[in-house]
């Protein structure tokens, strides 16, 4: 069983930052993505920001680029979003996602990934 935990969620004043870290763990396992998703209440969960493990091509909605940065620690299967500037608007649960497949990626797909976090909550006050 693969397991996906995220930490570093919390309450922030906008203009803040946060930074959210997922570890993943479990039988062997190796990703060839991970991403992070969130959903508000009463919205789709979307994609905000993914990376491929291997090379490092990552993909950002263009509702954070320029504000979050996903990185990627391999030899620890971690992944992390550094998320800056916040907005009352990036308010949700925030979701890690892991694709065990091998095959094409298209990153900001829920399909895509086959592993899921717990979620942990983000919000930001104006």
């Known amino acids: 069983q693969v397991q996906l935990v995220e930490s570093g969620g919390g309450l922030v004043q906008a203009g803040g930052s946060l930074r959210l870290s997922c570890a993943a763990s479990?039988?062997?396992?190796?990703?060839?993505?991970m991403g992070w998703f969130r959903q508000a209440p009463g919205k789709e969960r979307e994609c905000v920001a993914a990376i491929k493990m291997s090379s490092g091509a990552t993909y950002y909605s263009d509702s954070v680029k320029g504000r979050f940065t996903i990185s990627r620690d391999n030899a620890k299967n971690m992944v992390y979003l550094q998320m800056n500037s916040l907005k009352p608007e990036d308010t949700a649960v925030y979701y890690c996602?892991?694709?065990?497949?091998?095959?094409?990626?298209?990153?900001?797909?829920?399909?895509?990934?086959?592993?899921w976090g717990q979620g942990t909550q983000v919000t930001v006050s104006s």
């Open positions: 996602a892991a694709r065990g497949r091998t095959g094409e990626v298209y990153m900001k797909f829920v399909s895509s990934y086959d592993y």
């Open positions: 479990g039988r062997t396992f190796s990703s060839y993505a």
